[in-house]
């Protein structure tokens, strides 16, 4: 998309580590959004961040925003199998990029 | 499960051809999105409805055209196939109001032979 992108556009990491995954997009925001995707399947919603706040946790999942850089990071800690998806960032309707393909190694 | 349903789930039918796919948003949510999703594409936004009205238009082609029912149900129609309209097609539902988050179904994975 050239509204933003997610990088790394692939990650294989060992389970129980974490995973990091960022976003860069270049309009302004209200708020940012990440969402999973399952091989094939529809887009599941993980979390939202408000363009006010810098940081927000949800489970193993913990979200940070820069607006001055136009960057978010989602960190998933203590990865299992079942993390295996695509992960988006997104902007209201907008989904931004390719997502980043994370597969959680036995 | 999200609440919203697409069908039919897989759609095969040859170039030339044209095709309508069935959304149903979550009982509640005023507004459907369409999208489109291809390897080399990832994920586009095609068209928004709202209540029955066109709200936004992304990168929809004039071969494709949506409409949303009184009941808020919605279909894409999708006309002239060419070999390169393969590709899962993703229904969304929001409530309309904050468009902050949004609820996908399960796709129909159209293929053109």
């Known amino acids: 998309s050239q509204q933003g992108e997610e990088d790394p556009q692939a990650l294989s990491i060992q389970e129980g580590e974490n995973a990091t995954m960022n976003c860069s997009y270049k309009t302004s925001i209200n708020n940012l959004q990440w969402y999973r995707q399952n091989s094939g399947r529809g887009l599941v919603h993980l979390i939202l961040i408000r363009s006010n706040e810098r940081e927000k946790h949800s489970g193993r999942l913990r979200v940070t925003l820069d607006t001055s850089k136009k960057s978010s990071s989602l960190l998933i800690t203590a990865s299992r199998a079942a993390d295996t998806a695509s992960y988006f960032c997104?902007?209201?309707?907008?989904?931004f990029g390719k997502g980043t393909r994370l597969h959680i190694l036995p | 499960d999200s609440g919203v349903t697409q069908t039919p789930k897989h759609l095969i039918t040859a170039t030339g051809q044209r095709v309508t796919l069935r959304c149903s948003p979550r009982s509640g949510d005023l507004s459907v999105y369409w999208y489109q999703q291809s390897l080399d594409q990832g994920l586009q936004f095609l068209i928004q409805?709202?209540?029955?009205?066109?709200?936004a238009k992304g990168n929809i082609l004039e071969r494709f055209s949506a409409q949303q029912f009184p009941d808020l149900h919605s279909e894409l129609n999708l006309s002239s196939l060419e070999l390169g309209d393969s590709a899962l097609y993703f229904c969304?539902?929001?409530?309309?109001?904050?468009?902050?988050?949004?609820?996908f179904g399960s796709g129909t994975q159209l293929s053109v032979l």
């Open positions: 409805y709202y209540n029955g009205e066109e709200r």
């Open positions: 997104a902007t209201g309707k907008i989904i």
């Open positions: 969304a539902s929001s409530d309309g109001w904050t468009n902050e988050k949004l609820f």
